[in-house]
């Protein structure tokens, strides 16, 4: 069973297309829609549905207390054989618990550097609500780190992160991407050469992602080339909602922004873009923005941060950020989208490399030896 905040995010859809090949049958339980959801996946059978309501105190408690009594007696009468949590920040204790009880083997899929954002979320956050959440998050991801039986991360960039070092014996590396329909979603469809300059961004518009720095850049950037376009997709943090607005007012002919954009409308944006732009702060492992867009045959601009940033610069997938003050970023920008030419070739390059290297069959490979290992050693 994989335990997880949101059952229909890419990341989520693409572990469970992996572990559908490597184990019998896939219960997912987490949110969907405003609803808490058991899933069987094989089956595509909703097992439990139930609304997230926070309207009466009453529907809160019944909800919560229903929810937790449904997912014991699943987890009795489906016989689960091994629990994994996926990316969850509020760990739901009942289902570790329960595993403990029964004798079930649990893994965490923590991924990213999931300590480092919760730190820095606490420290940035205005509201008392944010703060809070995030403590919990930290307390939670402590407590849980040393009850579950393997940890699985993305990379072992990871390693040295707090509270990973004296965990050594549980830690495992495995990807959550891509998906077995990856290369047929995401693939160049719009000749390079076709391509209007326009660059882009994708993800949480916030600080940690580097956000602000890009916002920054742009009337730099619009000054020196008065046609470039930049299409902003994703929600802003509270802290970048001012500076977006103010952006859109004064750049509203060359500046376009979408709070989201359904998955699968994503590689059409991809085909239309020159650039994309990812100055983020702390990556574990290859974002999954970064990896769409050069299957999409997108060049890349991206911060010196976590393993995949040396990925790109050794195989000449991308380009690497000096650093993110926004005069700096501006005019890494102009100059790169003065190389049409290079641009190209590193477009049609990425594009084959990627195909090539990082693959499903690898990302089976991975979790297959992971749940090996977890099965035999709970024998």
């Given at each position: 069973?994989?335990?997880?905040?949101?059952?229909?995010?890419?990341?989520?859809?693409?572990?469970v297309?992996?572990?559908?090949e490597?184990?019998?049958?896939?219960?997912?339980m987490?949110?969907?829609?405003?609803?808490f959801?058991?899933?069987?996946?094989?089956?595509?059978?909703?097992?439990?549905?139930?609304?997230?309501?926070?309207?009466?105190?009453p529907?809160?408690?019944?909800?919560?207390?229903y929810?937790?009594?449904y997912?014991?007696?699943?987890?009795?009468?489906?016989?689960?054989d091994?629990?994994?949590?996926?990316?969850?920040?509020d760990?739901?204790?009942?289902?570790?618990i329960?595993?403990?009880?029964?004798?079930?083997?649990?893994?965490?899929?923590i991924?990213?550097s999931?300590h480092?954002?919760?730190?820095?979320?606490?420290?940035?956050?205005?509201?008392?609500?944010?703060?809070?959440f995030?403590?919990?998050g930290?307390?939670?991801?402590?407590?849980?780190?040393?009850?579950?039986?393997?940890?699985?991360?993305?990379?072992?960039?990871?390693?040295?992160?707090?509270?990973?070092?004296r965990?050594?014996?549980?830690?495992?590396?495995?990807?959550?991407?891509?998906?077995?329909?990856?290369?047929?979603?995401?693939?160049?469809?719009?000749?390079?050469?076709?391509?209007?300059?326009?660059?882009?961004f994708v993800?949480?518009?916030?600080?940690?992602?580097g956000?602000?720095?890009?916002?920054?850049?742009?009337?730099?950037?619009?000054?020196?080339?008065?046609?470039?376009?930049f299409?902003?997709?994703?929600?802003?943090?509270?802290?970048i909602?001012?500076?977006?607005?103010?952006?859109?007012?004064?750049?509203?002919?060359?500046?376009?922004h979408?709070?989201?954009?359904?998955?699968?409308?994503?590689?059409?944006?991809y085909?239309?873009?020159?650039?994309l732009?990812?100055?983020?702060?702390?990556?574990?492992?290859?974002?999954?923005?970064?990896?769409?867009?050069?299957?999409?045959?997108?060049?890349v601009l991206?911060?010196?941060?976590?393993?995949?940033?040396?990925?790109?610069?050794?195989?000449?997938?991308?380009?690497?950020l000096?650093?993110?003050?926004?005069?700096?970023?501006?005019?890494?920008?102009?100059?790169?989208l003065?190389k049409?030419?290079l641009?190209?070739?590193?477009s049609e390059?990425?594009?084959?490399?990627?195909?090539?290297?990082?693959?499903?069959?690898?990302?089976?490979?991975?979790?297959?030896?992971?749940l090996?290992?977890?099965a035999?050693?709970?024998?």
């Amino acid at each position: 069973m994989i335990v997880t905040p949101y059952i229909d995010s890419p990341a989520t859809r693409s572990l469970v297309s992996i572990l559908n090949e490597v184990v019998d049958q896939v219960f997912i339980m987490g949110t969907l829609r405003q609803a808490f959801v058991l899933r069987d996946i094989k089956r595509e059978k909703m097992l439990f549905s139930l609304p997230l309501t926070r309207r009466y105190l009453p529907n809160i408690l019944i909800s919560h207390v229903y929810s937790m009594l449904y997912t014991i007696s699943s987890v009795i009468n489906n016989r689960m054989d091994l629990i994994l949590f996926s990316q969850t920040i509020d760990y739901p204790l009942h289902v570790m618990i329960l595993a403990k009880i029964l004798k079930i083997p649990t893994l965490d899929f923590i991924g990213g550097s999931r300590h480092y954002l919760l730190n820095w979320n606490m420290r940035l956050s205005r509201k008392w609500k944010e703060k809070l959440f995030s403590a919990y998050g930290l307390a939670s991801l402590s407590a849980a780190v040393r009850l579950v039986d393997r940890i699985v991360l993305l990379s072992k960039h990871l390693v040295d992160e707090h509270p990973f070092p004296r965990l050594h014996s549980k830690l495992g590396f495995a990807w959550n991407f891509p998906s077995s329909d990856f290369y047929t979603r995401f693939k160049v469809e719009k000749r390079y050469d076709e391509r209007e300059p326009i660059v882009g961004f994708v993800g949480k518009l916030s600080v940690l992602k580097g956000a602000s720095h890009l916002i920054k850049a742009i009337p730099l950037i619009t000054k020196q080339i008065p046609d470039v376009k930049f299409v902003l997709i994703g929600s802003p943090t509270e802290q970048i909602v001012k500076a977006i607005e103010e952006l859109l007012k004064s750049h509203k002919t060359c500046v376009k922004h979408f709070h989201s954009v359904p998955h699968n409308h994503m590689p059409y944006h991809y085909n239309n873009m020159m650039l994309l732009v990812h100055p983020s702060y702390s990556e574990g492992g290859p974002p999954h923005v970064v990896l769409e867009a050069l299957a999409c045959g997108t060049p890349v601009l991206i911060a010196r941060v976590g393993a995949f940033a040396e990925i790109i610069e050794k195989n000449t997938l991308g380009f690497i950020l000096n650093n993110r003050t926004p005069e700096t970023l501006a005019t890494q920008i102009i100059s790169l989208l003065d190389k049409r030419d290079l641009l190209s070739k590193i477009s049609e390059h990425s594009a084959v490399w990627l195909r090539e290297n990082i693959t499903h069959k690898q990302a089976v490979s991975m979790w297959r030896k992971i749940l090996e290992e977890t099965a035999s050693e709970a024998l």
